[in-house]
């Protein structure tokens, strides 16, 4: 069979959330089914890295991914005529964009619907055509997939599929994640805040992630306690919104955040491996992917206490609400002063992890792959 994927988030040193998960799973299919052919359509020059086995064929769009308008003469043009030149049988999109006019049968992932609770943190033709293409590609896909129990429940309320459509693919963890000697972590303390014990958030910068809650219970929780702790925020801006300067610039601690913007891989395992604990309050994931990296580095979370968080989280993570500064605040207090508490999410931590890998992940999205092909 020929199989054509859409991997415009495979991108060398830019990977995120949706572009480790078509990374990890992707390596490991092409290189356990030689069987199949996989046609693999990019929107800009593509890296060697990323043609994992020799039953790839690359091949890049006229017309990168890069904006609305673009998105949809990508995926309603040009790629349809891509899967008509190849005689491709199936079109398999891990990262929700996808076709609607082609008579070929597609397997999709949609790994949340955050633009449909929360439309107005997205620019407005970016919503527009989340709201709308993405909606008509989950009705009209073969087979769909998504990344928790929450995400597919989400789904099924807001979009009125049947839940025997939608398979649950948890993400996994990169292996480099594992948990540091303590040598490496006296040094990566003193090279990143003088030595001074800290938080750390990974993430991009983007109004859902709700970074201004975090800066404010942060800021919050330093006034009340006095603690000479600091926050480490990796990540960089996503779309427009000058909130997070706006309460950085109001904050009594400000100095006691420190941005680094997009880090390697190498240097994330160091910093996440370090700290007293991830901070990842967000107002909706889908899944989270670091928690499961921090649980692999015997690092706590404090993580909200609603959406995909308590489901991959579990009992190794302070659960707290992410509309409210009080409750995170308490979060940063709990994990900075209760050692016992700590040392439990953490053990807590080494039982849950267990349940994630890319392994597991691509061993699910080939299923729905594979049933696919065979309808």
């Known amino acids: 069979m020929r199989i054509a994927v859409n991997t415009q988030l495979l991108l060398k040193n830019r990977l995120e959330g949706l572009g480790y998960f078509t990374h990890e799973t992707l390596k490991r299919i092409t290189q356990q089914h030689p069987e199949h052919e996989f046609i693999f359509i990019f929107d800009r020059p593509w890296d060697d890295e990323f043609i994992y086995s020799n039953n790839i064929i690359p091949v890049k769009t006229s017309i990168p991914s890069r904006h609305p308008i673009l998105w949809y003469l990508r995926f309603q043009l040009l790629i349809p005529r891509i899967l008509k030149k190849y005689q491709a049988d199936l079109f398999v999109s891990t990262d ?19 633009f449909v ?5 997205f620019p ?66 003193q090279e990143t805040t003088q030595g001074i014990p800290y938080f750390i958030y990974i993430g991009s910068l983007n109004p859902r992630k709700n970074i201004e809650g975090m800066l404010l219970g942060f800021d919050q929780y330093k006034q009340q306690t006095k603690l000479t702790h600091k926050l480490v925020i990796v990540g960089e801006k996503m779309w427009h919104d000058q909130s997070i300067e706006k309460i950085y610039e109001r904050m009594h601690s400000k100095s006691d955040v420190i941005f680094l913007g997009r ?3 190498e240097s994330l395992h160091k910093l ?10 967000s107002h909706l994931e889908g899944f989270g992917i670091p928690i499961i990296e921090a649980m692999n580095c015997d690092v706590p979370v404090i993580c909200s206490n609603s959406t995909a968080m308590p489901e991959v989280a579990g009992n190794a993570g302070y659960l707290a609400d992410p509309n409210s500064v009080e409750s995170i605040a308490q979060g940063f207090e709990k994990l900075a002063t209760d050692t016992g508490y700590r040392d439990q999410l953490i053990a807590n931590g080494r039982n849950q992890r267990n349940k994630f890998s890319w392994d597991t992940s691509a061993e699910k999205l080939w299923v729905g792959i594979d049933k696919c092909l065979k309808l």
Do not use: C
């Open 96 to 114: 929700g964009w996808s076709i609607t006019n082609s008579s070929i049968k597609t397997y999709n992932v949609i790994h949340d619907i955050e």
């Open 272 to 281: 996440l491996g370090s700290a007293v604990a991830l901070v990842l309050v």
């Open 117 to 121: 609770h929360r439309p107005k943190k």
């Open 263 to 265: 880090q390697t891989t």
């Open 124 to 189: 407005f033709l970016v919503r527009t055509y989340f709201n709308h293409y993405f909606k008509k590609t989950a009705l009209q896909s073969t087979g769909l997939g998504t990344v928790s129990e929450f995400s597919k429940t989400d789904m099924v309320k807001a979009w009125n599929i049947l839940p025997s459509k939608i398979d649950v693919i948890y993400n996994g963890s990169n292996e480099v994640y594992t948990p540091l000697m303590p040598d490496e972590i006296e040094k990566t303390i």
